[in-house]
């Protein structure tokens, strides 16, 4: 027997033995967090990704430091992570006045990148960095693989940077140039230095997850590539390069976790996760209408159009419902105001038309609006739904004939009824205002009430404010109003702690007059206090045809800043601004916006913004974007450029009754006032979101 085919044979029978002894485990819990944040051992990462749409939230604690990280898997082969880092060792800074015994923080963010699945023989592969952009302090590349082996997940990468300062081994990228021998100092926070990727010392680093045949405990063993005598911490003992661990699965949303690091350390610590693909909210509802036909006249019946208006509006949520017939068709019209799957009220608005459904009618056409303007109509032939309602015979389904098309006018009608729709709108809903990693105080708050109240003069003209109202916060803490030293541009954003001491303050208060223009056009003007710290006039178009992966929007604003000692009155800054704006999805990832703005901001600064969000399957979007302007990173100051990270979540999921609102998470790393956009209260994208029903 040759040597090939006895390791051959040798091979699969290892295997084999694995499998077996795999089937006498339970299965896989899926993987888990590191210390850093994102899928790892303990300090090292693995090739390993989470299920998409997963969501961690982390904290690792011991005497040197202490990690706060949010985790997501934000596509199957992309894996984002942003952390905080509290250096227990140092304080923020050497000055008592102005960050008091805080310890330094320094903020971080993390990519991964998924090169190879896993197969039966070849490992997963990936590629990823660490502390991307800012001070490095814990900046790192690696290229990582892990392969399954029954109960056995083994880990073997070469790191480079903070996962790399032992050199172990030899920089491979060191033979094509000297200059990645060395690696560069320190950045500066909020920026992206690219040109100290992969140099430095390198080193190896690996390990092994052992699920244990309890299920909830699993075990980890690594060899780490870090030798920490450069830390930022101080130069810490290093007893061992091995470190061991355990994780306790405490529910399907949550473990602790325990290690042994270096030798000498304790590290603890929790995860709390969900998966923005899997959140679901049961709702209490009304039943959606059986379909028990009694047809009216062709002439509408007062009694029975009173009802089935009562039911479009109760029912099937549509406000202002209208219904109407010409000739052989019936138009029913109104503002979708209670499902975010508009697909939902069509389909009730037309059951509820069906059982009472005059005679002669052949199409029903629904349109739906959206702030007085119409959004689509949707057109169904009333004998293919009728043949839907009544059920197919077996083996004789038919596809419903059903259309959506640009909103149809119905114009003048030989009959119609309604019920009006309320001009008078008004509201009250809690604020929460918050800062993180603040020189200050790690975390400031602000908690207050914001009054809405907003009226409509006519179909086109829309008159309203908001009035904000403080109830607590800490921003007494707030130290510093200077301008920032770093930065030779006007200040349209870093006075925002002058305008939170405000108790009680016009937030916004103009008009707008906004409508639909025909063939997928749509506009608007306003004017007045736009927002916090700015008002003025604008006016945006918007073409957007329906169903389409693509729309095009140009705004264009001239604005004032508001004197944030008398929020009625205005300072002498004034400036134009505006942009013009792609809207694409990609054909090959549906659930993926892309945004490209162009044009001018604030500070009279000429660039360009990429805003890129992932809509779940819960209606949960993330989103990040980045602006970049033609100033240069010495008058911009810190953080070279503006960028940030946004979560819209669907108030749905926390709701016992299906509404249409969302809140949106902001977190900006910096704030500075280079590439800032005026904040619009009405963007016509997002009020014309129903000509495209599969992303609400």
């Not at 990280?69 to 060792?89: G, I, K, M, N």
């Not at 998924?114 to 001070?135: I, Q």
């Not at 390069?241 to 994780?247: D, E, L, P």
């Not at 006249?297 to 007062?302: A, D, G, Q, R, T």
């Amino acid at each position: 027997m040759n040597k090939r085919l006895l390791f051959s044979l040798l091979a699969v029978s290892v295997a084999a033995a694995c499998q077996a002894q795999a089937d006498t485990f339970p299965d896989p819990v899926g993987p888990s967090q590191s210390d850093f944040g994102g899928v790892g051992l303990l300090q090292v990462p693995t090739a390993r990704m989470a299920r998409e749409g997963e969501f961690s939230l982390n904290f690792r604690d011991n005497d040197q430091y202490r990690y706060y990280s949010a985790s997501l898997q934000l596509l199957p082969w992309l894996e984002t992570t942003v952390r905080y880092t509290d250096v227990r060792t140092r304080r923020y800074s050497a000055v008592e006045s102005f960050s008091g015994n805080q310890s330094y923080k320094d903020k971080a963010f993390d990519l991964k990148l998924r090169l190879l699945k896993e197969s039966y023989w070849l490992p997963e592969v990936a590629l990823g960095s660490r502390d991307l952009g800012g001070t490095g302090l814990f900046d790192s590349e690696y290229l990582v693989a892990s392969k399954a082996w029954g109960p056995f997940d083994f880990t073997l990468g070469l790191g480079w940077g903070y996962l790399g300062n032992s050199g172990t081994v030899k920089n491979p990228f060191c033979s094509y140039s000297d200059s990645y021998c060395q690696r560069p100092g320190v950045g500066e926070a909020g920026s992206i230095n690219g040109s100290q990727m992969f140099h430095g010392p390198s080193a190896l680093f690996g390990g092994v997850e052992y699920q244990t045949p309890w299920q909830p405990l699993r075990l980890k063993l690594e060899y780490e590539g870090n030798d920490y005598q450069d830390d930022f911490a101080g130069r810490l003992e290093q007893r061992s390069k091995v470190n061991v661990g355990a994780i306790y699965r405490v529910t399907d949303w949550a473990d602790i976790n325990a290690s042994y690091e270096r030798g000498n350390t304790f590290m603890f610590g929790v995860t709390v996760r969900t998966n923005f693909n899997d959140l679901r909210q049961t709702h209490i509802d009304s039943a959606k209408p059986e379909y028990r036909p009694q047809p009216q006249e062709s002439m509408l019946e007062p009694t029975v159009v009173a009802s089935q208006l009562s039911d479009l509006k109760y029912n099937a949520g549509l406000s202002g419902p209208r219904i109407q017939t010409r000739g052989s068709t019936l138009f029913v019209s109104g503002e979708q105001t209670k499902y975010r799957d508009t697909r939902e009220g069509v389909d009730r608005a037309n059951r509820i038309i069906m059982n009472n459904l005059p005679a002669g009618i052949e199409t029903i056409e629904v349109t739906e609006s959206r702030f007085n303007m119409p959004q689509v109509t949707t057109r169904t032939d009333v004998s293919s739904l009728r043949s839907e309602l009544a059920g197919y015979p077996l083996g004789q389904e038919q596809p419903l004939r059903q259309t959506r098309e640009n909103p149809v006018d119905a114009g003048e009608t030989e009959q119609g009824f309604f019920i009006r729709k309320e001009r008078l709108n008004y509201s009250l809903s809690p604020v929460l205002n918050q800062s993180v990693g603040g020189p200050e105080s790690f975390y400031m708050y602000q908690v207050g009430v914001m009054g809405n109240l907003d009226y409509w003069f006519t179909d086109h003209l829309l008159v309203g404010g908001s009035l904000f109202g403080n109830l607590a916060n800490n921003y007494d803490k707030f130290n510093y109003n200077g301008a920032p030293a770093d930065s030779t541009l006007p200040r349209v954003r870093t006075h925002i702690r002058d305008y939170v001491e405000n108790n009680v303050y016009v937030n916004d208060l103009q008009a707008n007059y906004m409508g639909y223009l025909g063939n997928g056009f749509y506009g608007q003007m306003y004017g007045g206090y736009l927002e916090t710290m700015y008002g003025g006039v604008g006016g945006e178009m918007l073409y957007r045809p329906i169903d389409s992966n693509w729309a095009v929007g140009v705004d264009a604003n001239y604005v004032r800043q508001r004197d944030w000692d008398n929020m009625m009155q205005f300072t002498n800054y004034k400036a134009p601004t505006g942009h013009v704006t792609a809207y694409w999805r990609p054909w090959f990832m549906q659930d993926l916006l892309v945004k490209a703005s162009v044009g001018q901001y604030l500070a009279k600064d000429k660039g360009v913004t990429i805003d890129v969000s992932k809509r779940f399957d819960s209606g949960v979007m993330v989103g990040v974007y980045a602006t970049k302007t033609n100033v240069s990173s010495e008058q911009y100051g810190e953080g070279d450029f503006t960028k940030g990270f946004y979560l819209s979540i669907p108030m749905d999921l926390f709701t016992v009754t299906p509404t249409r609102g969302r809140a949106q998470v902001n977190w900006v790393p910096l704030t500075r006032d280079g590439g800032q956009m005026l904040g619009r209260k009405y963007q016509l994208y997002d009020l014309t979101s129903d000509r495209d029903a599969r992303f609400n």
